[in-house]
């Protein structure tokens, strides 16, 4: 396939902790390779799970699984590691701009609260921007987090533009203090720009990831909640927030169903309790497809289990 004529469609899951999202998120993955997509899934949940769900270490290099499947857990010590690079600029120009009294602003560059999120946006855009593959699957963190990373491109999109006009301001200051020192370079096109290049192609996968996120032809922003009225309730938020960002839910999962059992009243009053929890949430998404899933006897880990799960949601 021609990669340039290739558009690949995303999907992102995402819930409260503890619902079943990488379950869910690696049985789309199989479900997809399955069908001779090319398909990679990424782990954007600190608390990574993929390795567990299919059995195998995958780390954060991208690692073959099975035939059209692939894997990534973004690290965010490296992630962070790469950031800093990628924008911090050279030490020289640093203590340059840190002499004007600027310290302060190249340190948010490592202090800053949320850094590290904004590191881990920062691979997620380069897998958001590429069509390399037809499927990109994103495992997020649990609800709370994931919106809060969604939003950052509104947040880095002002930062960057910050930035940028601080360069444009101060190009001219470096370049007349290189032609006032002595054996100093008198060619300004030489002198080294401060991370404007990097800011300025974040700033385009930005503005594209944004465009992507909110067309739901491409992207396919999914629900997973548990039946109880907590996780309901959280879900309802989380839509309309996401919302705001003008990012479409496509579907809503109800997981970990008890299965009917008339021998058990134990669990027969559990499913009772569970099914108007399943009325609840018909009524909290009445215009949303919902999918529901069975409590599994054993926990769900490996391909065999996940395919299982993968014929129950889209066959």
């Known amino acids: 396939m021609n990669l340039l004529k290739r558009k690949t469609q995303y999907y992102l899951f995402s819930g409260k902790g503890g619902v079943g999202k990488t ?160 054996f100093g370079n008198k060619d300004e096109k030489k002198i080294e720009k401060v991370g404007t290049k990097q800011l300025d192609e974040m700033k385009e996968k930005i503005a594209r990831a944004r465009e992507i996120l909110s067309d739901p032809k491409r992207s396919h922003f999914n629900l997973v909640l548990i039946p109880e009225e907590m996780s309901i309730l959280e879900s309802e938020r989380s839509m309309k927030i996401l919302a705001e960002y003008h990012i479409p839910v496509a579907t809503v999962i109800i997981n970990q169903l008890i299965p009917e059992n008339k021998k058990c009243t134990f669990c027969a009053a559990k499913r009772n309790q569970q099914q108007q929890r399943v009325s609840l949430t018909k009524k909290a998404f009445p215009k949303k497809p919902i999918k529901q899933l069975p409590l599994f006897k054993e926990e769900t880990k490996g391909m065999k289990s996940l395919e299982t799960v993968a014929k129950l949601l889209y066959m």
């Open 23 to 182: 379950t869910v998120a690696a049985a789309t993955a199989v479900w997809f390779a399955k069908q001779k997509k090319k398909t990679l899934i990424i782990s954007i949940d600190p608390a990574h799970s993929l390795s567990d769900s299919f059995e195998k270490k995958i780390g954060s290099g991208i690692a073959k699984l099975a035939s059209n499947l692939w894997a990534c857990e973004i690290d965010p010590a490296t992630s962070l590691s790469e950031y800093k690079e990628k924008l911090m600029p050279q030490i020289d120009n640093i203590e340059v701009l840190k002499s004007m009294g600027l310290g302060d602003l190249f340190d948010l560059a490592g202090n800053t609260p949320g850094i590290d999120e904004l590191a881990a946006f920062d691979k997620f855009l380069q897998y958001m921007t590429s069509d390399e593959y037809d499927i990109v699957i994103f495992d997020t963190a649990p609800t709370g987090h994931t919106l809060r990373f969604l939003s950052l491109p509104d947040v880095l999109d002002s930062w960057i533009g910050k930035m940028i006009k601080m360069r444009m301001m101060f190009s001219g200051v470096t370049g007349m203090i290189a032609k006032l020192l002595p």
